[in-house]
C-alpha cells in the first residue's frame, strides 16, 4: 500500500519507520525548512533505510495516490484544519484520513473535510510507534464505519494494538490513565512527600513491571486470590475509595515546576538522555519478543 505521512517530526519519522518495516511505499511531506534532512538523519538512527521513502513540500502530491494517510501535524485545531482541507480534496475518497492527534477530537478535525469527513478519524500513538503497539482509533461524528474496520484492519497488519473508543474525550483513553497519575506523582513533589527519583523509582520497580504485562483490572483480578476481584472490590474497594479523598489537586505553579525540573535533573545524574531513550528502546525490543512468545500475553 502506499501510505503518506503528513509531518515528519518525531511521530511521523517514527510512523514511517514502522510503515517501512511492513513493506508499504512511504510518501512523506513537510513544509519546515530542513524538514528532509532531519527526517531522513532520524530513519537511520531508527535502523529504517533513509533513502526509502520519496518525499515532496507539496501536500496535495503526497497524498494524490495514496491508500492510507497518517497525518502529524501541529497540534492546533487551526493547523488541522488547514492541512485536513487539502487532505480532503486531494486524497482518494477511499483512503482512511487518520491524524495522530493526542487531544483534538476527530469531529473537530473533520469540520474541515467537507467532501468526505466519512472516512476521518483519530489514530493516536503512543511514542515511539516503530516499537510501541498502542493506537487508540477514535471515529468522529461522522466517521463510516468502513473507515474504523479499515483501519483498525490496517494497523493490526503492522503488528500494532488498535483498541477503539466509544466516545471522544481530551486525551482519549491512555493520555487519561497517565495524566490521572502524572497528577499525584506532581501533588507527592509538591508536598515534599517524595523526591522525584523516588516516585519513578516507586512505578519502574513496582506497578510498573506488572503493568507492562497486565492491565489494572486484571492485576486486581489476579491479585485477589480465589475470589478474585469480586473479592478485592468487596474488602479493599472502601479503603480505595478512602484514598480517592485525599489524592492531590496540584497547580503547575513556577515553584513546583522548578521542583520537577531539579529532580529529574538529580535523577538523570549526568546520564546522557540518548543514552537512556537507547537503553529504554533496546529494554523495550526484548520485552515485546518475550510478550510475542507467550499464549496470554
Known amino acids: 500500500m502506499r501510505v503518506a505521512v503528513v509531518g515528519t517530526g518525531v511521530i511521523g519519522a517514527s510512523w514511517t519507520t514502522l510503515f517501512l518495516a511492513h513493506g508499504h511505499e512511504v510518501v512523506a511531506t513537510d513544509p519546515a525548512p530542513g524538514a528532509e534532512e532531519r527526517f531522513r538523519a ?21 497524498v494524490r495516490d495514496a491508500g492510507f494517510v497518517q ?20 486524497a482518494p475518497p477511499a483512503a482512511v484520513l487518520a491524524s495522530s492527534s493526542s487531544g483534538i477530537p476527530p ?46 484492519d490496517f494497523y493490526t497488519s503492522l503488528g ?18 497517565q495524566a490521572a497519575l502524572w497528577r499525584e506523582a506532581y501533588s507527592l513533589v509538591d508536598q515534599g512527600v517524595a523526591t522525584v527519583a523516588d516516585i519513578d523509582a516507586a512505578i519502574t520497580h513496582g506497578p ?11 492485576g486486581q483480578h489476579l491479585s485477589g486470590g480465589a475470589g ?30 522548578e521542583k520537577i525540573i531539579a529532580g529529574v535533573r538529580d535523577e538523570l545524574g549526568g546520564s546522557a538522555e540518548a543514552a537512556v531513550s537507547t537503553e529504554r528502546d533496546a529494554l523495550l525490543h526484548l520485552l515485546l519478543d518475550a510478550k510475542s512468545r507467550t499464549d496470554h500475553l
Open 228 to 257: 478474585g476481584i469480586a473479592h478485592v472490590l468487596e474488602h479493599l474497594g472502601p479503603p480505595m475509595e478512602d484514598w480517592w479523598g485525599t489524592l492531590g489537586d496540584p497547580r503547575l505553579t513556577p515553584g513546583l515546576k
Open 42 to 62: 532520524v530513519l537511520a538512527e531508527q535502523g529504517a533505510d533513509p533513502g526509502a521513502p520519496e518525499f515532496t513540500a507539496d501536500l496535495a502530491a503526497a
Open 160 to 177: 500494532k494494538r488498535p483498541i477503539r473508543l466509544r466516545a471522544e474525550l481530551p486525551g482519549h483513553i491512555a493520555n487519561r490513565l
Open 107 to 152: 469531529s473537530r478535525v473533520q469540520q474541515a473535510c467537507a467532501r468526505h469527513p466519512e472516512r476521518v478519524l483519530i489514530g493516536h500513538p503512543f511514542n515511539p510507534p516503530h516499537l510501541i503497539p498502542l493506537v487508540e482509533v477514535v471515529p468522529g461524528e461522522r466517521t463510516g464505519e468502513d473507515a474504523v474496520r479499515a483501519a483498525m
Open 71 to 90: 497525518e502529524n501535524g501541529p497540534e492546533r485545531p487551526e493547523a488541522k484544519d488547514e492541512i485536513f482541507a487539502v487532505l480532503d480534496a486531494a
Open 208 to 218: 510498573g513491571l506488572r503493568w507492562a504485562l497486565i492491565g489494572p483490572f486484571l
